[in-house]
């Protein structure tokens, strides 16, 4: 695992966008429906890249033989009364890569990262059903609330969140 910054991501662009394309393809609810167009993908990722430059947002890899396999996001709010927060986004992992544990890796090392930024509360939102509900569970998320008819998926559907929060030690 290891956080990348603006300039690390910029070199890694075009993984990042497969990695992105990828898990869209594979159904996850993350935004963007398939199939993405790999210009919208690039699109994406460069406004993380500018966030990454701003320090409004960090971004952890997972790599194997220096090849991206997995990300996830951590955007840290600026104001004042959010100081102590940071929310989730994005968790991926390549579908070739899947059920070896980077997804619990990499949030393991979210954790550690948020308090090195001296904040405690984690929040995340998930798509009611999916195989991260359970992971989330399994790493002492709390569900905070559901809200229906969140997100709609490729085939139409329209699925709830999950609301989710951590609190760290602090």
Same mark, same amino acid.
């Given at each position: *695992?290891?956080?990348?910054?603006?300039?690390?991501?910029? $070199?890694?662009?075009?993984?990042?966008?497969?990695?992105?394309?990828?898990?869209?393809?594979?159904?996850?609810?993350?935004?963007?429906?398939?199939?993405?167009?790999? $210009?919208?993908?690039?699109? /994406?990722?460069? $406004?993380?890249?500018?966030?990454?430059?701003?320090?409004?947002?960090?971004?952890?890899?997972?790599?194997?033989?220096?090849?991206?396999?997995?990300?996830?996001?951590?955007?840290?709010?600026?104001?004042?009364?959010?100081?102590?927060?940071?929310?989730?986004?994005?968790?991926?992992?390549?579908?070739?890569?899947?059920?070896?544990?980077? $997804?619990?890796?990499? *949030?393991?090392?979210?954790?550690?990262?948020?308090?090195?930024?001296?904040?405690?509360?984690?929040?995340?939102?998930?798509?009611?059903?999916?195989?991260?509900?359970?992971? /989330?569970?399994?790493?002492?998320?709390?569900?905070?609330?559901?809200?229906?008819?969140?997100?709609?998926?490729?085939?139409?559907?329209?699925?709830?969140?999950? *609301?989710? /929060?951590?609190?760290?030690?602090?």
């Amino acid at each position: *695992m290891q956080a990348y910054n603006f300039k690390q991501a910029q $070199a890694k662009l075009s993984e990042l966008c497969q990695l992105l394309l990828d898990s869209v393809a594979q159904g996850a609810s993350i935004g963007f429906l398939p199939p993405l167009n790999p $210009a919208d993908a690039t699109s /994406y990722w460069q $406004a993380i890249i500018s966030d990454l430059q701003a320090e409004q947002r960090v971004l952890l890899v997972a790599l194997d033989a220096d090849q991206i396999v997995g990300s996830v996001q951590l955007d840290l709010p600026s104001k004042a009364n959010a100081s102590h927060r940071a929310e989730v986004q994005k968790l991926l992992v390549h579908s070739q890569f899947q059920r070896r544990g980077i $997804a619990q890796q990499l *949030m393991h090392e979210l954790e550690a990262v948020v308090q090195s930024h001296g904040r405690w509360l984690l929040v995340l939102d998930t798509r009611q059903g999916d195989k991260a509900e359970w992971l /989330y569970r399994k790493l002492g998320y709390h569900e905070a609330g559901v809200i229906p008819n969140f997100a709609r998926s490729a085939d139409g559907e329209i699925h709830a969140t999950i *609301m989710f /929060y951590r609190e760290l030690a602090h």
